[in-house]
């Protein structure tokens, strides 16, 4: 290809914009790509034949599959034609982009660097080099010209060979890769042993100031390492250490099996030799395998070889000795607790992952930050500017490198948040919170132990830090699952950088739903399609967003600084269905790949329980292994996998199905039509048989014949569009083609197990009314609810991996048959709930830890004795009427700042109809307005009153004065009608358990302990909690209820509610 004029030139659908550099088996362009720069690698010797072809391609496929921070990323790969050959064609790989320099130029020969520098690059270099050796691929071309030194400091592996696929062409026929070949690649035998060879060289250069052998040719360098002595290290640098020594001596061993085991356990013993512990030098001999099944075998021949001049080659198999420094074997020894313990955890995964986690936290290894910033927001940890975080010593900074034992962990992270530690010294102000400390080291035990734990912590506990600084410190690769995306963004975009920026550095990930990103492909087939949104103001500035390499877009809508309209948003968001991922033309800029990748390389994966459970449901495929799993807001496990395996129709899903263009276009028009007709039949029969009530839900409790028969025609349209796929349709669209099919055999399934009503036992079945955003009135749609799945989360969640649990609100009254001697709150229902049986599982951790909050100080408990129990039907109005006139007068004596949280939408329109004529303060009411407004609005308007329903009762954090006081209208127990509620009810009924001590009143005090705790969020917080049910004084369990909340100061009387809001709170 000439290099003249290269400003016009595209390679392949790339436009190439100058010419980086020339070698004699390469060229290296600057590219453009949409927004983004890139590199685009042009391999000069022509492929002329089918098989070369194929070895390049086969090549490219596995470099493309390495993600890893350390490596520079191959985007895409291909053939161009040759201007000069007509009968070949030149290969050529899209790479990711990176301003820098060489190492070869950061590190020039002769100049030598210091020990502990040189780890500094060693471990990422390892780190990249063993992730490549566990997936199968090793780097044949290892040497300072390859690795690239970004302006952050970080060094990338890049320039793999291609030589090992049998090509004709090779950056390693440069003569800059020759020197620090080893002897087996020299004879044409590499192995993944080479590329330690070749590392191990770089260190000696850098050490000594020199390559152990001078030549540069491969002739004359096999004979020197065949026939020459190596001069030891120390002979050339007498401040190298003869730990030090012994390590480099043993990775530039002749023989590939006499060398570590695994490159990784160089770059370890190099750690180890630095701080003065005790070397592990076990070989690839002794190893009884690399790695794990995937890795790279030593495929050195077993066959005598002869050197260049003729000469016998000694046999490579043969035990030869290595150049050693006399003296002991190992100069320092460590206790078995910091040096035998550590052996563990250095050893790799099965998928070769936590190790390489592991070595990114190494002492000296400063990752930048993966967390994005949120438009707009604030940050708490950027409003200051503190002093790095203290070096504890060196064994401690290199504890998430070394298997740490539970007691080191658990001082490290006591230093870590205790007084006088890393917190408190960068923190001015910085307060130890001693719950925090005992629920830190809970975790840790956990994580050490390998043992699942449940953790109440109340608000104010700090949960977050006590779960991310173990996680952090152990180096273990932890899923982090939270209940609503809106926790999800606290966590990574406040909690999650404030351990960043004091603790340590990690890389963290976000992990949303699909649906959750923008896909470029939909956006635009949209803009080029000149839609309807091509126009639109919002969508323009959404395409402008997309292609600005400036713009720091990840994809996320949420992270967008304007909202965009429901209605664009679904045409231009990533759909499952309609994704060709890896054959899409856009995938290098998919945001859901960067998304996916951020997290393969990530320590701390942030989801949430929707996605968790996905995941769990399709074992692992869609987020990366961990090694423990952390449920944030635990308590909605049960309801979260109720809602997420619930199987629901409506007419929409079957209408949007029928669409479909390809299904248009290859099934049968009469099956079509059919297919139409026969959904209308079904929604009418619905309409006739079912008695939605006012409540606008009911059971099915027989089959629609019309819905069976809706099942069966798009089976029929599944067998026609099997029957008419075409056979020659590309890549993308016969990827999408095979997707529709897929859905449509699922549809036809879930409407036949929805409609068929006939496993009782299995399925709760209910018919509801909805409003569909987007459409106009009310549809009706079909549900057929998991009675149970507990048996489901044992086996998918808990079974498969070490799972922490922790929330405000896990500990509830009920029985304990684990330990019937013990009363009071205990965590037996959350147990029997979610899979966690409490006598089969009696390793689990449980700890209610300490309030962090005075609430006898600060609190003030209102149950009025003198108001109606709750009544249903007739006479409800009345006591509606008794309820809004204590609310009423409760919200005087508090001059508004109340929360009024209540059980139905019915209760809450009648208390605000009443309560509105007589109030002067601002109200709102959930419904009138999006709930991130309500909560705006209540924040900056002081003295406002809001009405709210469940999504009021958690997750809603007002601190001060602004929220005084949280009125709750009665006990907060599931609807009886409610049908899955009712159907687990008659399970148990039918089993002769107790279903209301251990089911029903378990559920209610957990909610009642949720609302509740919307009133002290911060240490200063003071308010009054009343709960207006005179039940807690005439049932049984009124007092077990009341023994489960808070010890605030408790009354029945009014007067003291007027007195604690007239008293002034002391000062200190």
Same mark, same amino acid.
């Given at each position: 290809?000439?290099?003249?004029?290269?400003?016009?030139?595209?390679?392949?659908?790339?436009?190439?914009? #100058?010419?980086?550099?020339?070698?004699?088996?390469?060229?290296?362009?600057?590219?453009?790509?949409?927004?983004?720069?890139?590199?685009?690698?042009?391999?000069?010797?022509?492929?002329?034949?089918?098989?070369?072809?194929?070895?390049?391609?086969?090549?490219?496929?596995?470099?493309?599959?390495?993600?890893?921070?350390?490596?520079?990323?191959?985007?895409?790969?291909?053939?161009?034609?040759?201007? %000069?050959?007509?009968?070949?064609?030149?290969?050529?790989?899209?790479?990711?982009?990176?301003?820098?320099?060489?190492?070869?130029?950061?590190?020039?020969?002769?100049?030598?660097? =210091?020990?502990?520098?040189?780890?500094?690059?060693?471990?990422?270099?390892?780190?990249?080099?063993?992730?490549?050796?566990?997936?199968?691929?090793?780097?044949?071309?290892?040497?300072?010209?390859?690795?690239?030194?970004?302006?952050?400091?970080?060094?990338?592996?890049?320039?793999?060979?291609?030589?090992?696929?049998?090509?004709?062409?090779?950056?390693?026929?440069?003569?800059?890769?020759?020197?620090?070949?080893?002897?087996?690649?020299?004879?044409?035998?590499?192995?993944?042993?080479?590329? #330690?060879?070749?590392?191990?060289?770089?260190?000696?250069?850098?050490?000594?100031?020199?390559?152990?052998?001078?030549?540069?040719?491969?002739?004359?360098?096999?004979?020197?390492?065949?026939?020459?002595?190596?001069?030891?290290?120390?002979?050339?640098?007498?401040?190298?250490?003869?730990?030090?020594?012994?390590? +480099?001596?043993?990775?530039?061993?002749?023989?590939?099996?006499?060398?570590?085991?695994?490159?990784?356990?160089?770059?370890?013993?190099?750690?180890?030799?630095?701080?003065?512990?005790?070397?592990?030098?076990?070989?690839?001999?002794?190893?009884?395998?690399?790695?794990?099944?995937?890795?790279?075998?030593?495929?050195?021949?077993?066959?005598?070889?002869?050197?260049?001049?003729?000469?016998?080659?000694?046999?490579?198999?043969?035990?030869?000795?290595?150049?050693?420094?006399?003296?002991?074997?190992?100069?320092?020894?460590? !206790?078995?607790?910091?040096?035998?313990?550590?052996?563990?955890?250095?050893?790799?995964?099965?998928?070769?992952?936590?190790?390489?986690?592991?070595?990114?936290?190494?002492?000296? &290894?400063?990752?930048?930050?993966?967390?994005?910033? +949120?438009?707009?927001?604030?940050?708490?940890?950027?409003?200051?500017?503190?002093?790095?975080?203290?070096?504890?010593?060196?064994?401690?900074?290199?504890?998430?490198?070394?298997?740490? !034992?539970?007691?080191?962990?658990?001082?490290? /992270?006591?230093?870590?948040?205790?007084?006088?530690?890393?917190?408190?010294?960068?923190?001015?102000?910085?307060?130890?919170?001693?719950?925090?400390?005992?629920?830190?080291?809970?975790?840790?035990?956990?994580?050490?132990?390998?043992?699942?734990?449940?953790?109440?912590?109340?608000?104010?506990?700090?949960?977050?830090?006590?779960?991310?600084?173990?996680?952090?410190?152990?180096?273990?690769?932890?899923? /982090?699952?939270?209940?609503?995306?809106?926790?999800?963004?606290?966590?990574?975009?406040?909690?999650?950088?404030?351990?960043?920026?004091?603790?340590?550095?990690?890389?963290?990930?976000?992990?949303?739903?699909?649906?959750?990103?923008?896909? /470029?492909?939909?956006?635009?087939?949209?803009?080029?399609?000149?839609?309807?949104?091509? &126009?639109?103001?919002?969508?323009?500035?959404?395409?402008?967003?997309?292609?600005? =390499?400036?713009?720091?877009?990840?994809?996320?809508?949420?992270?967008? %600084?304007?909202?965009?309209?429901?209605?664009?948003?679904?045409?231009?968001?990533?759909?499952?269905?309609?994704?060709?991922?890896?054959?899409?033309?856009?995938?290098?800029?998919?945001?859901?790949?960067?998304?996916?990748?951020?997290?393969?390389?990530?320590?701390?994966?942030?989801?949430?329980?929707?996605?968790?459970?996905? %995941?769990?449901?399709?074992?692992?495929?869609?987020?990366?292994?961990?090694?423990?799993?952390?449920? %944030?807001?635990?308590?909605?496990?049960?309801?979260?996998?109720?809602?997420?395996?619930?199987?629901?129709?409506?007419?929409?899903?079957?209408?949007?199905?029928?669409?479909?263009?390809?299904?248009?276009?290859?099934?049968?028009?009469?099956?079509?039509?059919?297919?139409?007709?026969?959904?209308?039949?079904?929604?009418?029969?619905?309409?006739?048989?079912?008695?939605?009530?006012?409540?606008?839900?009911?059971?099915?409790?027989?089959?629609?014949?019309?819905?069976?028969?809706?099942?069966?025609?798009?089976?029929?349209?599944?067998?026609?569009?099997?029957?008419?796929?075409?056979?020659?349709?590309?890549?993308?669209?016969?990827?999408?083609?095979?997707?529709?099919?897929?859905?449509?055999?699922?549809?036809?399934?879930?409407?036949?197990?929805?409609?068929?009503?006939?496993?009782?036992?299995?399925?709760?079945?209910y018919v509801e009314r909805v409003v569909s955003g987007g459409q106009r009135g009310i549809q009706l749609q079909v549900s057929a609810a998991p009675l149970d799945v507990t048996e489901w989360l044992k086996e998918r969640l808990f079974d498969k991996c070490n799972v922490i649990c922790t929330s405000a609100t896990l500990a509830t009254i009920g029985p304990n048959p684990a330990r019937p001697e013990e009363k009071g709150p205990n965590f037996s229902y959350f147990r029997r709930r979610t899979g966690l049986d409490p006598l089969e599982r009696s390793d689990v951790i449980e700890r209610i830890l300490p309030l962090a909050f005075d609430y006898e100080s600060n609190a003030l408990l209102y149950i009025p004795r003198d108001l109606p129990a709750p009544v249903y039907g007739a006479g409800s109005d009345d006591y509606t009427k008794a309820?809004?006139?204590?609310?009423?007068?409760?919200?005087?004596?508090?001059?508004?700042?109340?929360?009024?949280?209540?059980?139905?939408?019915?209760?809450?329109?009648?208390?605000?109809?009443?309560?509105?004529?007589?109030?002067?303060?601002?109200?709102?009411?959930?419904?009138?307005?999006?709930?991130?407004?309500?909560?705006?609005?209540?924040?900056?308007?002081?003295?406002?009153?809001?009405?709210?329903?469940?999504?009021?009762?958690?997750?809603?954090?007002?601190?001060?004065?602004?929220?005084?006081?949280?009125?709750?209208?009665?006990?907060?127990?599931?609807?009886?009608?409610?049908?899955?509620?009712?159907?687990?009810?008659?399970?148990?009924?039918?089993?002769?358990?107790?279903?209301?001590?251990?089911?029903?009143?378990?559920?209610?005090?957990?909610?009642?302990?949720?609302?509740?705790?919307?009133?002290?969020?911060?240490?200063?917080?003071?308010?009054?909690?009343?709960?207006?049910?005179?039940?807690?004084?005439?049932?049984?369990?009124?007092?077990?209820?009341?023994?489960?909340?808070?010890?605030?100061?408790?009354?029945?009387?009014?007067?003291?509610?007027?007195?604690?809001?007239?008293?002034?709170?002391?000062?200190?």
């Amino acid at each position: 290809m000439a290099d003249a004029e290269v400003g016009l030139q595209r390679i392949g659908a790339y436009i190439v914009t #100058q010419l980086l550099n020339k070698g004699p088996t390469s060229s290296l362009y600057l590219g453009k790509q949409r927004k983004k720069d890139i590199a685009i690698k042009v391999f000069q010797t022509p492929l002329v034949t089918l098989e070369a072809k194929e070895a390049f391609l086969l090549r490219a496929k596995q470099l493309k599959k390495l993600k890893h921070r350390q490596v520079v990323e191959i985007h895409d790969f291909g053939f161009v034609q040759d201007a %000069d050959n007509d009968e070949g064609d030149l290969a050529y790989l899209v790479l990711q982009y990176l301003p820098g320099e060489t190492l070869r130029q950061h590190v020039p020969p002769g100049r030598r660097i =210091p020990a502990d520098e040189v780890k500094r690059r060693l471990s990422p270099i390892a780190s990249a080099l063993h992730y490549a050796h566990v997936s199968g691929i090793m780097h044949g071309n290892l040497h300072p010209g390859n690795l690239l030194i970004d302006p952050n400091d970080n060094t990338l592996l890049t320039d793999f060979s291609f030589t090992l696929q049998g090509l004709p062409f090779s950056p390693a026929q440069e003569s800059t890769a020759i020197p620090y070949l080893a002897p087996e690649q020299l004879q044409g035998h590499p192995t993944a042993a080479g590329d #330690q060879y070749a590392l191990a060289v770089m260190v000696y250069e850098w050490l000594c100031g020199q390559r152990p052998y001078s030549a540069a040719e491969r002739e004359q360098l096999l004979h020197q390492q065949t026939h020459d002595p190596l001069p030891t290290p120390r002979s050339l640098n007498s401040d190298i250490s003869p730990a030090i020594e012994q390590v +480099l001596l043993q990775a530039l061993a002749f023989n590939p099996d006499e060398r570590f085991q695994h490159i990784q356990a160089f770059a370890d013993n190099y750690l180890r030799a630095l701080m003065g512990l005790q070397l592990n030098t076990e070989t690839k001999r002794d190893a009884s395998a690399l790695l794990t099944k995937h890795a790279v075998v030593n495929d050195f021949p077993r066959t005598p070889v002869k050197s260049v001049d003729g000469e016998p080659l000694p046999d490579p198999h043969k035990v030869y000795p290595l150049h050693v420094v006399p003296g002991p074997k190992n100069e320092v020894k460590a !206790s078995p607790s910091s040096a035998e313990t550590q052996e563990e955890e250095i050893t790799p995964r099965g998928n070769g992952k936590a190790t390489r986690i592991l070595l990114d936290n190494l002492p000296g &290894k400063h990752a930048s930050s993966t967390v994005p910033p +949120l438009p707009n927001q604030q940050q708490d940890a950027a409003n200051s500017t503190p002093k790095e975080p203290e070096v504890l010593d060196e064994l401690d900074h290199a504890s998430s490198f070394f298997q740490t !034992s539970e007691s080191r962990l658990a001082d490290i /992270i006591t230093r870590d948040l205790c007084q006088g530690g890393i917190l408190s010294q960068s923190l001015p102000g910085y307060e130890e919170r001693p719950v925090q400390v005992e629920m830190a080291t809970l975790v840790a035990h956990s994580i050490t132990q390998g043992t699942p734990a449940i953790v109440e912590a109340g608000t104010g506990t700090g949960k977050s830090l006590a779960y991310l600084v173990p996680i952090v410190r152990s180096g273990k690769v932890a899923i /982090i699952s939270t209940a609503n995306k809106a926790l999800q963004e606290q966590l990574f975009y406040k909690d999650i950088p404030f351990v960043q920026q004091h603790i340590k550095h990690f890389d963290a990930a976000l992990v949303k739903g699909i649906g959750n990103y923008v896909c /470029i492909d939909r956006l635009e087939s949209e803009r080029t399609g000149m839609q309807f949104f091509a &126009k639109n103001r919002d969508f323009t500035r959404l395409v402008d967003i997309t292609n600005d =390499p400036d713009a720091k877009f990840n994809g996320d809508f949420e992270t967008l %600084d304007f909202q965009l309209p429901a209605d664009i948003r679904s045409k231009v968001c990533g759909d499952s269905d309609q994704c060709a991922w890896s054959k899409c033309n856009f995938y290098s800029d998919c945001y859901v790949r960067e998304m996916r990748e951020k997290a393969a390389r990530a320590q701390i994966i942030v989801v949430n329980h929707t996605l968790l459970l996905l %995941d769990a449901a399709m074992d692992g495929f869609l987020l990366p292994e961990r090694d423990v799993i952390v449920l %944030d807001e635990a308590h909605h496990l049960e309801e979260e996998a109720t809602r997420s395996f619930t199987i629901t129709i409506s007419a929409n899903s079957v209408t949007t199905l029928l669409a479909q263009r390809m299904l248009k276009d290859h099934t049968l028009l009469s099956l079509q039509d059919e297919a139409s007709k026969v959904l209308n039949n079904t929604w009418d029969r619905l309409n006739l048989v079912v008695d939605l009530g006012f409540k606008g839900r009911a059971n099915l409790q027989s089959p629609i014949e019309e819905g069976l028969k809706l099942a069966t025609v798009i089976t029929d349209l599944a067998d026609s569009l099997r029957k008419q796929r075409p056979k020659d349709l590309p890549e993308k669209e016969s990827q999408l083609y095979d997707k529709l099919l897929k859905r449509t055999q699922n549809l036809a399934h879930n409407i036949r197990t929805v409609f068929s009503a006939d496993e009782p036992g299995k399925f709760v079945y209910y018919v509801e009314r909805v409003v569909s955003g987007g459409q106009r009135g009310i549809q009706l749609q079909v549900s057929a609810a998991p009675l149970d799945v507990t048996e489901w989360l044992k086996e998918r969640l808990f079974d498969k991996c070490n799972v922490i649990c922790t929330s405000a609100t896990l500990a509830t009254i009920g029985p304990n048959p684990a330990r019937p001697e013990e009363k009071g709150p205990n965590f037996s229902y959350f147990r029997r709930r979610t899979g966690l049986d409490p006598l089969e599982r009696s390793d689990v951790i449980e700890r209610i830890l300490p309030l962090a909050f005075d609430y006898e100080s600060n609190a003030l408990l209102y149950i009025p004795r003198d108001l109606p129990a709750p009544v249903y039907g007739a006479g409800s109005d009345d006591y509606t009427k008794a309820i809004a006139r204590e609310m009423y007068r409760l919200v005087k004596l508090s001059k508004g700042r109340a929360f009024l949280l209540f059980s139905s939408r019915r209760m809450l329109d009648q208390a605000f109809d009443l309560m509105a004529p007589h109030l002067d303060y601002l109200l709102l009411r959930q419904g009138d307005m999006p709930r991130i407004e309500l909560t705006r609005q209540f924040r900056e308007e002081k003295g406002a009153v809001l009405f709210g329903l469940k999504s009021f009762w958690e997750g809603v954090d007002i601190a001060g004065e602004t929220l005084s006081l949280v009125v709750i209208d009665k006990l907060p127990f599931d609807p009886p009608d409610d049908p899955v509620h009712e159907a687990r009810v008659a399970q148990m009924k039918a089993a002769g358990e107790n279903w209301f001590g251990i089911y029903v009143l378990p559920q209610a005090v957990l909610r009642l302990k949720q609302g509740l705790g919307r009133l002290l969020r911060t240490r200063d917080d003071r308010g009054v909690m009343a709960i207006l049910d005179t039940r807690l004084y005439t049932k049984g369990y009124g007092k077990l209820v009341l023994d489960a909340l808070p010890p605030a100061r408790r009354t029945a009387s009014v007067k003291d509610v007027d007195r604690f809001f007239n008293e002034e709170p002391a000062p200190f």
